[in-house]
């Protein structure tokens, strides 16, 4: 575990409150525990932090990302502690998980709002979308993603696959594209979103 978390960058920590993710700093690793440092959280949000409690650990490595839970040992204002785990998930890129975003919404920045008709999935890879124009698969266009928790990303899309359909007795077209000038936090956060989507979904059927 060691020899992987020191290999891993963009590492983000998210709490029971998952508004109060944030950056982590790796500062040491050894057998027992895991100290480093909320390097992004506000004052407010280092109370959501509670010692005994379990968070979710993400970060990127060469083979896609890591994810892991483990438990808060101690906290020092942002220096925090945490319990070393072998019990972990590497996640490829090809894995990436595609939800609904039924918890928030996409904004094309250099097209008519009402040109986006109705995102079918997204994923930490990129998005798939109904539009009342076929884009140029060429442009990177300026996208803002609104995800629940007034957590906002912003980045490019680049369409990788047009098909010609009809949507309400009209022309459209399903849009197929990858994220460009995404941050790797960004996609962590994108990663993360998967997760709980899936996992309310379970939630349901049971």
Known sequence: ??????????????????????????????????????????????????????????????????????????????NITL?????????QRREYSRVGLNQGSVIFKDI??????????????GLKFICATPLETDIHYPIQINLSGNMKIDCCLL?????????NNKKAYIISGKFTNLENVDRIVLVQYAFKIKMEDQNKED
């Not at 509670?50 to 083979?63: A, H, K, R, S, T």
């Not at 319990?83 to 996640?91: E, G, K, P, Q, R």
């Not at 369409?159 to 949507?167: A, C, F, G, S, V």
């Open 1 to 78: 575990m060691k020899e992987l978390l020191q290999a891993t960058k963009d590492l983000k920590i998210i709490p029971n409150n998952f508004k109060s993710s944030c950056a982590l700093k790796l500062l040491s690793v050894n057998d027992n525990e895991i100290k480093a440092e909320l390097i992004t959280s506000e004052e407010s949000e280092l109370n959501d932090y509670i010692p005994q409690e379990n968070v979710e650990i993400f970060g990127v490595n060469n083979v896609g990302l890591i994810y892991f839970e483990t438990k808060i040992l101690a906290k020092n204002e942002k």
């Open 83 to 91: 319990a070393t785990t072998n019990d972990y998930s590497l996640i």
């Open 112 to 125: 008519a709002p009402e040109c986006l008709i109705k995102v079918e999935d997204i994923s930490a890879g």
């Open 159 to 167: 369409p990788i696959r047009i098909l010609e359909t009809e949507y």
